[in-house]
């Protein structure tokens, strides 16, 4: 077999799906509260087109797949297709990340489907503020699709938090001091400039350096957990079962050095970066029927593509943080 190496020496052994643009949600950095202009049915990939690209990548070395969006639950059949990607040989870590909305009741047939991690996005404890940044009233229904994951025995439960300064700051203690009472990884992760998040300003965004000293204020010094490969710094708070995860996607100088994923979006384009705005299309040469080869040949050349940073740094000038215009429901967070 022959790894997907890019030009910068990096082995791409995860593939991120998203499998819609649609999301039940409209948080203020992510979605514009009017909406956006959706993509046309037709051009959304269908399911057993991201089957092949699976297919492909994995006879290359690919054995971790995140299946994202838009909202990933909303879409018709995510269970079967969850089954069928588990079903590939050679995928051996399969993931999804969800908002939670309509996970309790999915959790436990997500779970039978093969679905092995869950990472569920949650910026707030407080259901007012929930509202105010979702633009949507389903705290409650959050909260029981975590429950439902914990039952359902997912393991790890990641839960997800864009911190936000002047917003959920406050709560940074609360969210780290769950996992003393729970066996689940908080995930702090900083605010990429793209899409709606490009409104808030340099000062909104809290770099984990300054997250880690928050919980340290209140908890102690964090121990370091074994690094898992994946793009967050683990630590735990001595003596929790859980653990916390800081993405330093902006701050961290060596963040894109360790990356070793592409993400296919929800209309069929290989993004080798989050933030890039070359894109390649596969979905078009697919319907036009070419093969396996010339499919994996596509797939080569948006790995060899990826640059060797993202070209976002924290601090960086407002200039910079005009950040990327894509949407990150199109590309899959
Ligand atoms: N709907 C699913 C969810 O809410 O988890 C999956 C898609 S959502 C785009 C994936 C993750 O991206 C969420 O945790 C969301 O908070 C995060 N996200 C969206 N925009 C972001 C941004 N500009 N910077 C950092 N994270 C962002």
Not at 23 to 44: A, D, F, K, T
Not at 114 to 132: A, C, E, Q, V
Not at 280 to 306: C, F, Y
Request: hydrophobic share 35%; net charge neutral.
């Amino acid at each position: 077999m022959k790894p997907l190496i890019d030009t910068h020496g990096r082995r791409i052994r995860y593939v991120r799906v998203s499998i819609t643009d649609r999301c039940n949600l409209r948080c203020s950095y992510c979605m514009p509260p009017s909406g956006i202009e959706w993509i046309p049915h037709e051009q959304i990939m269908r399911y057993e087109e991201y089957l092949r690209i699976v297919r492909v990548c994995s006879l290359r070395g690919v054995d971790k797949v995140r299946v994202t969006g838009g909202e990933p639950l909303v879409r018709k059949g995510v269970t079967d297709f969850i089954q069928s990607v588990g079903e590939i040989e050679g995928i051996r870590d399969l993931s999804l990340t969800t908002n939670g909305l309509l996970l309790s009741s999915m959790a436990r047939d997500l779970k039978t489907a093969g679905l092995n991690r869950l990472n569920i996005s949650l910026d707030t404890l407080d259901r007012d503020k929930f509202i105010h940044i979702t633009g949507v009233d389903a705290f409650d229904r959050v909260i029981a699709g975590i429950q439902a994951a914990v039952d359902a025995k997912f393991q790890p439960v990641k839960i997800n938090v864009v911190a936000l300064r002047g917003f959920n700051d406050d709560e940074i203690p609360s969210f780290a001091g769950l996992t003393s009472l729970y066996d689940v990884e908080v995930r702090f992760i900083e605010l990429m400039p793209m899409g709606c998040a490009t409104r808030y300003g340099d000062g909104e965004v809290i770099a984990s350096p300054e997250i880690r000293s928050i919980i340290e204020e209140r908890y102690g010094q964090l121990e370091e957990v074994k690094y898992d490969h994946g793009p967050a710094r683990v630590y735990r708070i001595r003596g929790a079962q859980g653990r916390i995860g800081l993405i330093g996607a902006m701050s961290e100088q060596s963040f894109c050095s360790r990356c070793n994923r592409i993400r296919i979006t929800a209309n069929g384009y290989l993004r080798p970066c989050l933030f890039s705005e070359r894109e390649i299309d596969l979905l078009t040469p697919m319907r036009n029927g070419i093969s396996d080869s010339e499919l994996e040949t596509l797939i080569e050349q948006g790995v060899k593509s990826k640059k060797l940073n993202h070209g976002f740094c924290s601090g960086s000038s407002s200039a910079s943080r005009q950040g990327c215009p894509t949407l990150m429901n199109t590309v899959g967070g």
